[in-house]
């Protein structure tokens, strides 16, 4: 059984910054594939960023490349996603997501998903 539990989201004012996390249980969280998606109001799912399981590898989608920041802490099975410079249109229901062997920015090719946490940021 593979549970994810995100946190971190709230309101912030733009520019301003939040980190997200998702704590993982379960033993298989070293060997996942890990990504974080949103979705915003009245839009489909999108990809955010991922990572391997090791951490050598990152992808970012490029509305966000240069101000969010994916990473892991395997011994705590956590994922993080520190966001800087907010904008208004990066307010959604923020998700975090895990599959095994290798990165996807589909939302389909991941098989584990938490319940989301809502980040809002006010211009």
């Known amino acids: 059984q593979v549970q994810l539990v995100e946190s971190g989201g709230g309101l912030v004012l733009a520019v301003g910054s939040l980190r997200l996390s998702c704590l993982v249980s379960g033993r298989t969280f070293s060997t996942f594939v890990m990504g ?21 590898s990152i992808t970012y989608a490029d509305s966000v490349k240069g101000r969010f920041t994916i990473s892991r802490d395997n011994a ?13 249109e990066d307010t959604a229901v923020y998700y975090c997501a895990a599959r095994p062997y290798y990165i996807s920015k589909s939302a389909e ?6 319940q989301g946490t809502q980040v809002t940021v006010s211009s």
């Open 76 to 88: 705590k099975k956590t994922l993080y996603l520190q966001m800087n410079s907010l904008k208004p």
């Open 36 to 56: 974080w998606f949103r979705q915003g109001p009245g839009k489909e799912r999108e990809f955010v960023a991922a990572i391997n399981s090791i951490g050598s």
């Open 109 to 114: 090719d991941y098989a584990y998903w938490g």
